[in-house]
């Protein structure tokens, strides 16, 4: 579909090229926005020499005097004119409507409707909607009112609240504290009675950075949310880390093994620096002193949720906004929290279940490259033995010619001599002279089995002992047996 719309620079530069008669090199910063104009058809690429050069087309002059592109013009022309015939084929009433929903499926969506159509559709709607054609329990909904796409929808009311999920239940805040979470007492203490409420920095407090106005009310927020997240089983614990060799220390609520900081501080805002008088007697000493351009200032509207540093920074914050206030999000606070827990032991049994069947793997890929070792020092022995058999047969048959072309004549000394030593050494070799048994197998060397199988062999603690037998516990020896 063609973007008709053009953005404040990409008109601004379009006039520049109008207003010079030559066609205009494209500097680097303006290869987007030539693009962009060059895809609307308003201007022209073309390349002089090494340069590349834009040109305004007779659609981009039109778009300058009108203000619409001609294309688009031309559209709302056609659609204005199919009007009459589009608003006769809208629904005579509301009835009909219904009837045309309930034939759809529940759904209609008419394609940017010109007036009179629209005006058509929106009767039907009204008549559907005050004169009693809508079945009992439905409700038409009616998106696209003044422009785009109108999308009529028939809604089963029941169906629809039923698919609703259940509401947050709220938590309570007390209007006083008379027996205030211990966390929340060491954090009274820590706070002191002058200036902003920090407790960032102190170990076993709530992390508050707050107005001292605020104070009070931060208190009793982290009294109902720790009370009650220590109702369900939940634990607050103030935690103490090192990051760049300093201490920092936190608040988190664990929720099934999983530690979730927290930190209560009060939005802040930019304004204006006014310098006070001590800076403005520096500034007329030292002209070269800078002093600040802004200041930070309190807002009034608590946030609630994870540190801007941690990894879980946009996860589960709440805070005060325009229709509602903190209080009333500490319940969805718990419920982000509990889906956030409920997430991380998903993730972790699918990573126990991976890593269970990498293991699996591995031993299985370990055991059969140790009967691959084992086959192959077997395979080397017989060759051996099969070539020493070979070699044996033919010492006795070389022999037996030596004595066959001595005929009846008797056998020199020397020579009897060495066919005796030869028909010797040949029951030697011959392994048949022997019986035959199995090789002993090879060292289950890690290098050996691990380049056999092209993987780490240091990965998993080693199945086998020096002697080459399997020790792992029987399940997992029965898993790679399985699969090898």
């Given at each position: ?83 009459s015939a589009q608003a006769a084929l809208a629904p005579a009433g509301g009835a009909e409507l219904v009837s045309r929903l309930q034939s759809a499926s529940g759904t209609i969506t008419v394609a940017d409707p010109a007036p009179r159509t629209r005006g ?135 929720i099934r093994g999983r530690a979730f900081p927290l930190v209560l501080t009060e939005r802040t805002t930019k304004v204006p620096h006014e310098p006070t008088p001590k800076e403005i007697r520096q500034k007329q000493r030292d002209p070269w002193i800078r ?194």
């Amino acid at each position: 579909m063609v973007k008709y719309t053009v953005s404040a620079p990409q008109a601004d530069w379009l006039r520049e090229l109008a207003a010079v008669s030559d066609a205009v090199r494209i500097p680097p910063s303006r290869a987007q926005v030539a693009r962009a104009l060059e895809q609307r058809g308003l201007i022209k690429r073309t390349w002089r020499g090494s340069l590349q050069i834009a040109s305004v087309t007779a659609d981009g002059r039109y778009y300058l005097k009108h203000g619409k592109h001609p294309r688009q013009v031309q559209a709302e022309k056609e659609r204005l004119e199919d009007d009459s015939a589009q608003a006769a084929l809208a629904p005579a009433g509301g009835a009909e409507l219904v009837s045309r929903l309930q034939s759809a499926s529940g759904t209609i969506t008419v394609a940017d409707p010109a007036p009179r159509t629209r005006g058509r559709w929106r009767a039907a709607y009204y008549d559907a909607l005050h004169n009693g054609h809508l079945p009992e329990g439905h409700k038409v909904r009616w998106n696209g009112r003044q422009r785009g796409n109108c999308v009529f929808t028939l809604v089963n009311e029941k169906v629809e609240k039923a698919a609703q999920p259940a509401p947050v239940p709220g938590i309570d805040i007390p209007e006083f504290l008379d027996r205030p979470h211990p966390l929340v007492r060491a954090t009274r203490r820590a706070m002191g009675s002058q200036g902003t409420v920090d407790t960032r920095g102190r170990a076993g407090a709530i992390p508050l950075h707050v107005s001292r106005p605020l104070a009070d009310r931060a208190l009793r927020i982290m009294h109902a949310l720790l009370t009650q997240a220590e109702s369900r089983s939940y634990r607050a614990e103030p935690q103490t880390d090192l990051q760049r060799g300093e201490a920092v220390h936190t608040l988190a609520l664990v929720i099934r093994g999983r530690a979730f900081p927290l930190v209560l501080t009060e939005r802040t805002t930019k304004v204006p620096h006014e310098p006070t008088p001590k800076e403005i007697r520096q500034k007329q000493r030292d002209p070269w002193i800078r002093l600040p351009k802004y200041d930070e200032e309190f807002t009034g509207r608590l946030a609630l949720g994870a540190p801007g540093e941690g990894r879980f920074q946009h996860s589960y914050t709440h805070s005060d906004g325009a229709r509602w206030t903190l209080e009333s999000r500490l319940g969805h606070l718990l419920q982000d929290l509990e889906h956030l827990a409920a997430e991380g032991e998903r993730r972790d049994r699918e990573q126990e279940l991976l890593e269970a069947e990498r293991r699996r793997r591995w031993y299985a890929a370990i055991a059969q490259a140790r009967e691959q070792q084992i086959d192959q020092q077997r395979a080397k022995v017989l060759a051996e033995q099969m070539s020493a058999w070979n070699q044996a047969a033919e010492i006795r048959a070389f022999c037996q010619a030596a004595r066959d072309r001595a005929g009846s004549a008797p056998i020199p000394t020397g020579e009897a001599e060495w066919l005796r030593w030869a028909e010797a050494y040949a029951a030697q070799i011959d392994p048949l002279h022997h019986a035959l048994v199995t090789p002993p197998d090879p060292p289950a060397r890690r290098e050996v089995l691990g380049e056999l199988v092209k993987a780490d062999a240091y990965a998993y603690p080693w199945p086998f002992d020096a002697d080459g037998r399997w020790v792992l516990p029987q399940e997992q020896q029965t898993d790679s047996n399985s699969n090898s």
